[in-house]
């Protein structure tokens, strides 16, 4: 069960990152895992992990420290897509894109419609089907993703609740 004050943090965090003020994000995600670890919390929350390796890549150009972070809270929380979609997205920054390709997908055979990762997977792949005939080739092998973006976009979207 999440501490509160750690989880109002992580939180606020979420907010700052609405805004992509990912400075700000991050010193929320990071004060979320030190209220875990003054608390010694035997098993930690690995989305505050996750979302501050995101935040410090993309605030503060810190991608090796941000794939750290990212790769193993995907590592224990291996059922969460979000997870994937953090690791993604550092290794955009890295521009590794394959490694970033790789990583939605997992999180997308974790949950298949999966709005935010269906996005990311699909700008990916546009972004270099636009590049030429090889990167099309390439493209068109990832059918499956292909039909599961189409699949998505061509749904209504949910009412919200």
């Known amino acids: 069960m999440p501490i509160v004050s750690a989880e ?3 939180k606020k965090g979420l907010e700052y990152l609405v805004d992509r ?3 700000e994000a991050a010193i929320r995600f990071r004060r979320a895992m030190d209220i875990e670890h003054q ?3 035997l098993n930690p929350d ?3 992990l996750s979302y501050y390796g995101m935040c410090r890549a993309a605030a503060h150009d810190k991608i090796q420290e941000g794939l750290h972070a990212c790769k193993r809270a995907a590592r224990v929380r291996n059922r969460d897509p979000e997870m994937f979609l953090n690791l993604g997205r550092v290794y955009l920054l890295a521009k590794q894109k394959r490694l970033a390709y790789d990583a939605f997908q997992t999180g997308l055979d974790l949950d298949p419609e999966h709005t935010v990762l269906l996005s990311e997977a699909a700008q990916l792949v546009q972004g270099s089907a636009r590049r030429g ?3 099309r080739s390439a493209a068109q ?3 499956g993703l292909f039909s599961r973006v189409r699949s998505a976009w061509s749904r209504p979207a949910p009412h919200p609740r």
């Open 133 to 135: 005939s090889a990167s």
């Open 141 to 143: 092998s990832r059918g």
């Open 46 to 48: 690995m989305r505050y």
């Open 8 to 10: 109002n943090q992580f």
């Open 21 to 23: 003020n990912y400075v």
């Open 39 to 41: 608390r010694r919390i």
